[in-house]
């Protein structure tokens, strides 16, 4: 093991206890919170044709997304949308750096959250700070006692969320009013609400400095002219403490009065004017701590600002470059291509399953008989009727041809079904064609195939 | 890197690290392989081949198919960051002489 020296094996627990800024950046970070965690905890509470209308409803192997029902075969869709949310990230990374991190991310938006919960028992910075150094007492315990209650309640609350994702979130709550709530669901809201508790808790910033993937291969996607939150040293050298009066150029100083707000403020701990590290989520806190410095000292603001690598070094900017049309252009051809498939998708599936028992069967007056089993699944939410029938061999035929079947809306209909050919144009292996047309609409239509066996010739 | 006023205290050793990544990592691809396997699978089939009289709710599948795969990611990461981790030292050796 190569440790640093003098460090001990166990982290000795120093906590970082970033401290409140207000400010323009801060009031937005507000508000994404706030939406984001507003739309997470409303969402699975919207109802949608009498039912909910976000439900991963995993028990029954169906996705509703609001008037849209997705099934296990329609998982290319869902595959395509992952792919386009993580290709997202990669263009907007390209574009303005870790925006993502400091203002989205569950664990950034959960860590301000609860931040705000700690603020409100535990107070300020330098309170905490003293709080935890002092010994225990009413008052430490009351505030400490209250915190957890509010972290607790919290995250059991996100818990029960979340599981409501994936199974009805009324009768759930419902459920849970009468202690009858299954093994598995409470598990995972358990589990779920634990994993908030500890990440946004007590993890925090390590989460990011030393568990996030994406932290660590975002550099890839960056370049000079990247959006970055930057110290400008030319501007701040050298720094050092002054009075308001001095005047920094006659002193031989620069900007940056070495108050170390834009240390204390930073949710992991870093110090920005030592340039860009992998650690800064770009939550711009520093940003917002610097200005209200620089407006007290009658500086002009932007010392510690959103700027890029380029424009830090004087040359130009240039947003569109071959990264970002890269980037742009594979997105565009992705979610023109999802649209098309979603908008031409025909509302109904067709498996065919062979039955595995018998290969066929000899019927009297030279008939070959083979068995399948259809499942009709029907994806639009009314019923409605099909018609049924089979091609592929000169005069093959299918018992029910012709006759009406009826799937209910969003309900999958097995039906056993008898295909018969005659002996003589039989022999052999033969591809044939399942069709199923709706009777309403020709349009919606499904064509699949299977084989017809024969004895050998 | 770390600010003055941290620096010394919050840095997590190696190991912590490895543990605590190999966890994380490993978790996420489980999520995204349990979400691949079961959309083409359904539990309630599975369960059929290991013993036909073996009767578990799909919940219970999902939930052992994540913990399998979960379990499968970490033995597998775990071994390798425990695999590599021996060689810099000697690196450091060579590339000094």
Known sequence: MNKPQGASMYESAKKIYPREIGGRFDRLSKIATVTLLGLFYIVP????????????????????????????????????????????????????????????CPQTVWTEAFIWMEQFTEGTRSQRMKLDKAPWSLTKFRKKASKQFLWITFSM??????????????????????FS?????????????????????????????????????????????????????????????????????????????????????????????????????????????????????NYPRGLVRYTTEHSLRHKSTHVIRPRTLVYATLLTALIVGLLTAMATRTPVILDVIRDRNSLYRELPNDVIENIYTLK????????????????????????????????????????????????????????????????????????????FLGPTP | ??????????????????????????????????????????PVDLTGIFDADLDVSRDAGYAAGFFFFWILCAVCSGLTAFLVRTAPKRDAKHREQ
């Open chain 1, 45 to 104: 509470w919207l109802q949608w044709d009498e039912r909910q209308a976000v439900l991963f409803d995993l028990p029954a192997r169906k996705f509703y997304l609001v008037g849209l029902t997705l099934w296990p075969q329609d998982f290319p869709y869902l595959a395509l949308l992952l792919i386009i949310a993580a290709l997202s990230l990669f263009f907007f990374t390209a574009l303005a750096g870790r925006l993502f991190c400091g203002f989205a």
């Open chain 1, 157 to 178: 609350w996100t818990g029960f969320t979340f599981v409501g994702y994936f199974t009805e979130i009324r009768q759930l709550g419902l459920d849970i009013l009468a």
């Open chain 1, 376 to 451: 009709v699944i029907n994806q639009s939410n009314d019923p409605r009727n099909f018609v049924l029938s089979v091609t592929g061999l000169e005069g093959i035929s299918l018992d029910g041809a012709g006759e009406q079947i009826s799937v209910d809306g969003g309900g999958v209909l097995s039906l056993p079904v008898r295909v018969r050919a005659e002996r003589d144009k039989a022999l052999g292996i033969h591809s044939i064609d399942f069709v199923v047309t709706a009777i309403d609409d020709p349009g919606v239509s499904v064509t699949e195939d299977s084989r």
């Open chain 1, 181 to 297: 709530v299954g093994g598995w669901t409470l598990f995972w809201g358990l589990f779920y609400g634990f994993a908030t508790y500890g990440n946004a808790g007590y993890m925090r910033e390590q989460v990011c400095k030393y568990m996030c993937p994406y932290a660590r291969f975002q550099s890839a996607m960056f370049d000079k002219d990247t959006l970055i939150i930057s110290y400008d040293e030319e501007r701040g050298e050298p720094r050092g403490g002054r009075k308001r009066s001095v005047d920094p150029k006659e002193a031989g100083l620069g900007d940056c009065i070495d108050c170390q707000l834009c240390v204390q403020v930073c949710p992991t701990g870093i110090d920005i004017r030592e340039g860009l590290q992998y650690e800064c989520i770009a939550c711009a806190a520093c940003i917002d701590a610097c200005d209200s410095i620089m407006d007290r000292m």
């Open chain 2, 1 to 42: 890197m770390i600010s003055e006023e941290y620096r010394g205290a919050k840095q997590w050793s190696r190991d912590k690290q490895a543990v605590f990544t190999v966890i994380w990592i490993s978790f996420l691809v489980a999520a995204a392989g349990t979400m691949l396997f079961f959309a083409v699978f359904d």
